[in-house]
């Protein structure tokens, strides 16, 4: 016992942990002898089999390996003249117009927010520049329900002018909860372009190395 005290007076939180990974190398505490060798290697790994870390790193490999990739989502969206995606909000039915050009936010109709009871976020206000003047507004954040694709919350502005006359409001591509959106020129532009592959818009997310 001696022995064993006087190593662990010396060598304190270090010697137990080496006794740590010694079980965990080993599959087993080691016995009295090897705990009273003040010259035993409690790092070195069992001569006669493979050592258990090694198995479990092998083991980890093969379950990446197994894994599947995970598939991609893609939606294809005509502009006719503009994209347009549906989705509920709050259990209730919208329309919103994919516009490219916005950032990963919503900006609904006023009269929208209203039927959809959309709830604004307390002492939060929203400024947007047009021309000289500005348009101030209210700031919320939805659920927004693309069906089987899955939902997605998005920075939802909400003013008191329309944002667009052709559905409730209008949407980024980066909302959508797809991982792929392709929006396509109305039929008109692509019988009259032979370059249509090339007016299509396509737009892209990386995915986590890991998810409202």
Same mark, same amino acid.
């Given at each position: 016992?001696?022995?064993? $005290?006087?190593? $662990?007076?010396?060598?304190?939180?270090?010697?137990?942990?080496?006794?740590?990974?010694?079980?965990?190398?080993?599959?087993?505490?080691? *016995?009295?002898?090897?705990?009273?060798?003040? *010259?035993?290697?409690?790092?070195?790994?069992?001569? /006669?089999?493979?050592?258990?870390?090694?198995?479990? $790193?092998?083991?980890?490999?093969?379950?990446?390996?197994?894994?599947?990739?995970?598939?991609?989502?893609?939606?294809? $969206?005509?502009?006719?003249?503009?994209?347009?995606?549906?989705?509920?909000?709050?259990?209730?039915?919208?329309?919103? /117009?994919?516009?490219?050009?916005?950032?990963?936010?919503?900006?609904?109709?006023?009269?929208?927010?209203?039927?959809?009871?959309?709830?604004?976020?307390?002492?939060?206000?929203?400024?947007?520049?047009?021309?000289?003047?500005?348009?101030?507004?209210?700031?919320?954040?939805?659920?927004?329900?693309?069906?089987?694709?899955?939902?997605?919350?998005?920075?939802?502005?909400?003013?008191?002018?329309?944002?667009?006359?052709?559905?409730?409001?209008?949407?980024?591509?980066?909302?959508?909860?797809?991982?792929?959106?392709?929006?396509?020129?109305?039929?008109?532009?692509?019988?009259?372009?032979?370059? @249509?592959? @090339?007016?299509?818009?396509?737009?892209?997310?990386?995915?986590? *190395?890991?998810?409202?």
């Amino acid at each position: 016992m001696k022995p064993l $005290l006087g190593r $662990l007076a010396q060598t304190g939180p270090n010697f137990l942990m080496r006794i740590g990974v010694y079980r965990f190398v080993w599959g087993r505490w080691p *016995n009295w002898a090897e705990l009273s060798d003040r *010259n035993h290697d409690f790092a070195r790994f069992p001569p /006669e089999k493979p050592p258990m870390l090694l198995r479990t $790193l092998v083991l980890l490999a093969g379950l990446c390996l197994a894994t599947p990739a995970l598939a991609q989502t893609s939606i294809t $969206l005509r502009a006719a003249p503009v994209a347009i995606v549906d989705a509920q909000i709050n259990g209730r039915p919208v329309r919103l /117009e994919v516009d490219p050009r916005l950032p990963d936010v919503l900006v609904l109709n006023p009269a929208a927010a209203e039927r959809l009871h959309v709830r604004r976020v307390p002492f939060v206000g929203a400024r947007v520049s047009l021309d000289a003047s500005y348009i101030r507004g209210r700031i919320a954040r939805p659920r927004i329900e693309f069906g089987d694709a899955g939902a997605s919350r998005a920075t939802t502005g909400i003013f008191n002018v329309p944002a667009t006359a052709r559905a409730d409001g209008v949407i980024g591509p980066g909302v959508l909860p797809h991982d792929i959106i392709r929006i396509e020129p109305p039929a008109a532009a692509l019988d009259a372009s032979s370059s @249509s592959r @090339s007016r299509t818009l396509t737009f892209g997310k990386l995915r986590p *190395n890991s998810a409202g």
